[in-house]
């Protein structure tokens, strides 16, 4: 794999984060990094990945870094609060995010200013760790396909597998030995051209969203050498909850019943 050269000067936040995590992923990880060259080498951007662990971010940043961009997250709005790491994230130009609550839009238009100011924005599309059983993507959220048709931009999918293996869902505890493979593929952009002309809806949304899960999940077929299930699964039909560990109420279901 050709390393791209980097868009721009990626500033003090981001030489240090490089310094210290990419030689920590180089001797954790080994990789296969497919297509990368897929990402736009310049101008605003959505690369978005399936969710399978907390250590999603730091190797996704890899791959975008690797391919000559400096990605850019919605955070959730509680890593801010801290000092010194809120200070940090700010300064590489991270947005945060108060998810499933009204002040999400501030979010939402933070993204759209990045996206017209040239960035390369990297979203989850299902908006936490996937609660499918075998980890395969479930249903998305509306973020990423609002952005795109609110600003035209090309949509990336990336499919990713391995990561679960460093870091199982909802675990603290990084397996780093043996070395672990993680391999990530970029896919071609998702067609939305009809979809941004068109009278924005709800309807529209929805269905920019399914081609952007489905661009995403086949990718993930493609990496995993499997085949997802044909339905998409849904943790809300489930009554599961929507952020944090659903794990955590069955325990308590549990502990409540004896």
């Given amino acids: 794999m050709r390393v791209r050269k980097l868009e721009r000067k990626r500033g ?34 959505i690369v978005a990945i399936n969710h399978i662990s907390h250590v999603d971010p730091l190797l996704s940043a890899h791959f975008v870094y690797d391919h000559g961009r400096l990605p850019r997250y919605l955070a959730k709005s509680g890593l801010f609060t801290n000092k010194y790491l809120g200070g940090f994230l700010t300064s590489a130009g991270q947005i945060p995010v108060e998810r499933l609550s009204r002040n999400a839009v501030g979010a939402y238009d933070a993204a759209v200013r990045a996206i017209h100011d040239g960035e390369c924005i990297v979203i989850y599309p299902e908006g936490t760790l996937t609660r499918e059983p075998d980890l395969w993507p479930m249903k998305g959220k509306t973020g990423a396909a609002r952005i795109a048709l ?12 391995g990561a679960q293996e460093v870091l199982p869902p909802y675990t603290k505890t990084p397996h780093l030995l043996p070395r672990k493979h993680v391999v990530m593929k970029a896919g071609d952009p998702v ?13 529209v949304t929805a269905e920019a969203t399914e081609r952007i899960m489905a661009a995403i999940t086949s990718l993930v077929e493609d990496v995993r050498g499997g085949t997802a299930p044909a339905e998409r699964f849904d943790p809300r039909q489930l009554g599961l909850r929507e952020t944090g560990n659903p794990h955590e109420d069955q325990t308590k279901k549990r502990k409540g019943s004896r």
Avoid: H, M, N, Y
């Fill in 12 to 45: 003090w936040a981001f030489t240090v984060a490089a310094s210290i995590l990419k030689p920590t992923l180089l001797s954790a990880t080994s990789r296969t990094w497919i297509d990368g060259e897929k990402i736009p080498a310049t101008g605003g951007c």
């Fill in 150 to 161: 609110a600003t035209g931009c090309p949509v990336i999918p990336v499919g990713q597998w």
């Fill in 191 to 203: 067609d939305l051209a009809d979809l941004v002309a068109a009278p924005q809806s709800a309807e």
